[in-house]
């Protein structure tokens, strides 16, 4: 049907739902999660969507670990990583994966709030969960702040593209967090 209306990019984005799907129930092994979101990725050479083409699988795998609680060291986190519009998001998690907690804690003072589009909840699940690695006691209200208006969603799983789970699972996070630092 996408061939015949000439709409080439709808099997691009249905080969990244299916992976979103694969990582949203959680069932599948992350090896598994991991390989359909590089064969999806694989397709978005050339689409002319910036946000599309640079960072989005990075940030896809950095999803995936962050929300099974896996390392990141294994995201591709070196310095050449292009993480694309999503940068400002994934740095202070590559630094606490390069064991740079006083850069990642710099870092994250830095991030700004995210675009209010398909990703801004998955972003500030990342900016939370650095900010809790950090004990960035600002960081994480805001967060939740942000983030509680969310609370029965799925953080970007709206883009179609990714999911960091349950968005209410960050709140409690955070919550536990700042109890923790008072």
Do not use: K
């Not at 000439?6 to 992350?30: N, S």
């Not at 099974?68 to 050449?80: C, I, S, T």
């Not at 994250?108 to 675009?115: I, S």
Request: glycine share 8%.
């Amino acid at each position: 049907m996408a061939e015949r209306n000439e709409l080439p990019l709808v099997g691009v984005f249905t080969q990244w739902y299916r992976a979103l799907r694969l990582a949203a129930t959680g069932q599948a092994p992350a090896a598994e999660v991991e390989a359909a979101y590089r064969a999806a990725a694989a397709r978005l050479d050339g689409v002319g969507m910036p946000g599309l083409e640079r960072g989005l699988l990075p940030l896809a795998l950095l999803c995936l670990r962050v929300r099974r609680a896996r390392p990141l060291q294994v995201v591709q986190v070196e310095e050449h990583t292009d993480w694309g519009p999503y940068d400002p998001w994934a740095r202070p998690l590559v630094l606490l994966a390069q064991d740079r907690r006083g850069e990642a804690a710099t870092a994250l003072r830095e991030v700004p709030d995210p675009p209010r589009d398909l990703l801004f909840e998955a972003l500030w699940c990342l900016a939370a969960h650095a900010a809790v690695a950090v004990g960035d006691q600002e960081t994480m209200r805001r967060a939740h702040a942000e983030l509680a208006p969310a609370a029965a969603e799925l953080a970007g799983a709206g883009s179609g593209l990714l999911t960091l789970g349950p968005v209410s699972e960050h709140l409690e996070d955070l919550a536990a967090a700042l109890r923790r630092l008072r």
